[in-house]
């Protein structure tokens, strides 16, 4: 018998991407295995099912969950896979009605009473950081008395006139306290997981999430499950968890998936100097803001093994880069992606297209700043109104917005700015995709990584994904909406 089961939902690529891909990836849910170890380190039995990785539908999910006899059943969930999750929960309330089950992560931490109220099966919810709270929830539910829920902060729970919302959870101040994510309980790192291709330079690989918090103002970024206050394990916490990975599953790459690893200097510096005198030997890419990097920066984090730094551009024009609030301009990415390259490290860029406000224009200034840049991959988005960003409630006054929790994936229109049309959105999105990636620069960056037959079949199966891709947006009709495809030049 376990004391918690924890569920990530399922959520097919198609559900995820909104289209069918075959490129994407499949990564851990980090948040869950962290919360394994902290409940295991107190002595609880814990167990993860995740989904997607053992491809299990809800159904299935359920009663692999069931399986294990739990007690209290955790499942997350961000927007796009929150009816999934209720799923699962529907399916281990009919056929285990006294099973508690949990709900966390960033969507219920967004919307809390709208989606208790929306989604029944949840008898209880978590908000934001949930290692604590969790915590004392499972010693309330399982310990010999039970415990006033109401006192514990951090919750929300159903009551006769409605919800109850108890006090705000603090956030944890010493991120070093927190046991490494209990990666043994998942299925094996090395087979089940695979990020996306283009973001891979060995495997396998594991992603790690070395701080919590973003002081950004970005209109389209959800923030509430960590805050806005920075924090950051130390680097001897980050280079020991490297060495773990390594060591005991065979890791030989890391991607670093935070919002901004390069926020924290001195930690970064520290890092890289620990990373260089102890020959770890793993290569590595990171995430980061175009402000946060300079030459010296940049030579370091060569030395110790970054190949690639993925920077959130969004936009090719400085009126756009205001109205989302990034509060970054031109000049600025010019100059971090400029020195990225020239330290020998590949500078990537993070796009998003149909801001409020973006008229066609700006859509070219897009592609034409990163066609001029020396980025090596891109991706774009959809500007997309997610719950818990600033714009989410306010959405409808810049555009239509089809506010179905389903296709917010980011990568459809599901936010169309009065100023642009919905088809001309997908054109540009399409265009920039063929025109970036069919040059013959990127193709033979590709090849030259492709050093194993497993590499090679991931390469080609992300090929084709990516084919599908453009000839799915191309069959949409959106290329009759702009014959003349050199408008982004
Ligand atoms: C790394 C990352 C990814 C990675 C890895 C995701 C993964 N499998 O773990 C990749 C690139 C694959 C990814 C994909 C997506 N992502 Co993402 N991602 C992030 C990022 C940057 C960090 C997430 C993370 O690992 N945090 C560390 C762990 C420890 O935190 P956590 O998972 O939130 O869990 C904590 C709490 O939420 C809570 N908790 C979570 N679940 C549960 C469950 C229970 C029972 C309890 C008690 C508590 C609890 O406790 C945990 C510990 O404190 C966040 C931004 C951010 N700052 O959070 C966006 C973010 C979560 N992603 C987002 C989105 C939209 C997506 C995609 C839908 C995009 C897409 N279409 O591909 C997919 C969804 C994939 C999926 N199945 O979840 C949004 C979600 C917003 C929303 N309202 O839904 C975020 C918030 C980005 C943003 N700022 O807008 N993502």
């Known amino acids: 018998m376990m004391d918690v089961v924890f569920v990530n939902p399922p959520l097919s690529q198609e559900e995820r991407y909104g289209i069918k891909f075959k490129a994407g990836g499949q990564t851990p849910p980090t948040g869950l295995a962290v919360l394994a170890a902290v409940l295991r380190e107190k002595g609880r039995a814990v167990a993860i ?47 285990a009605p006294d099973k508690t089950v949990i709900l966390g992560g960033p969507h219920l931490t967004a919307v809390p009473e709208e989606t208790m109220k929306r989604l029944p099966a949840f008898d209880i919810g978590v908000l934001g950081e949930g290692e604590i709270t969790m915590t004392e929830l499972a010693d309330a539910l399982l310990g010999p008395a039970a415990a006033p829920l109401d006192k514990i902060p951090g919750l929300i729970l159903r009551a006769a006139d409605g919800f109850r919302i108890t006090t705000r959870r603090p956030f944890i101040e010493d991120l070093d306290r927190l046991p490494f994510p209990a990666w043994d309980i998942l299925p094996d790192l090395a087979v089940h997981y695979c990020p996306p291709v283009h973001t891979l ?96 920066t940049l030579r370091l984090m060569k030395q110790a093994g970054c190949w690639q730094i ?116 997908v054109y540009y999105a399409n265009l920039a995709f063929r025109k970036f990636y069919f040059r013959p620069r990127i193709v033979f960056s590709y090849l030259r990584r492709i050093d194993s037959p497993r590499k090679l079949r991931v390469f080609f199966v992300a090929f084709l994904g990516f084919l599908q891709y453009v000839l799915q947006k191309r069959r949409s009709g959106a290329e009759d909406a702009c014959p003349a495809d050199d408008s982004a030049r």
């Open 49 to 95: 099912v995740d989904a997607p990785a053992e491809n299990l539908d809800h159904n299935g999910a359920a009663e692999k969950a069931l399986s294990f006899d739990p007690r209290i059943v955790g499942i997350t969930a961000v927007t796009v896979s929150i009816f999934n999750a209720h799923d699962v929960a529907r399916q281990i309330k009919a056929k």
């Open 201 to 296: 330079k060995r495997t396998p690989a594991a992603l790690v999430i070395p701080t919590r918090g973003c002081p950004g103002t970005c209109v389209f970024c959800d923030k509430r499950v960590f805050g806005r206050r920075m924090r950051a394990h130390s680097a001897d916490y980050i280079v020991r968890m490297l060495l773990r990975l390594k060591q005991r599953y065979g890791i030989r790459e890391i991607q670093f998936r935070d919002d901004n690893f390069l926020a924290f200097r001195r930690v970064l510096r520290e890092f890289c100097e620990r990373m260089i005198s102890e020959r770890v030997d793993m290569t590595w890419s990171c995430a980061g803001r175009v402000d946060m990097i300079n030459e010296e």
């Open 310 to 425: 993925w920077y959130g551009v969004e936009s090719g024009s400085d009126r756009i880069l205001k109205v989302i609030k990034k509060n970054t301009t031109i000049e600025m990415i010019t100059q971090a992606v400029t020195l990225t390259a020239q330290a020998g490290i590949h500078p990537c860029g993070f796009f998003m297209i149909g801001n409020p406000t973006e008229t066609e224009d700006d859509a070219r200034r897009t592609i034409a700043l990163l066609l001029k840049l020396p980025f090596s991959e891109f991706h774009m988005c959809h500007f997309t109104p997610l719950p818990g960003s600033e714009i989410y409630p306010v959405a409808d006054q810049y555009g239509k917005f089809d506010n179905d929790w389903r296709n917010l994936t980011c990568w459809t229109t599901a936010f169309v700015p009065h100023t642009i049309s919905e088809k001309k959105l």
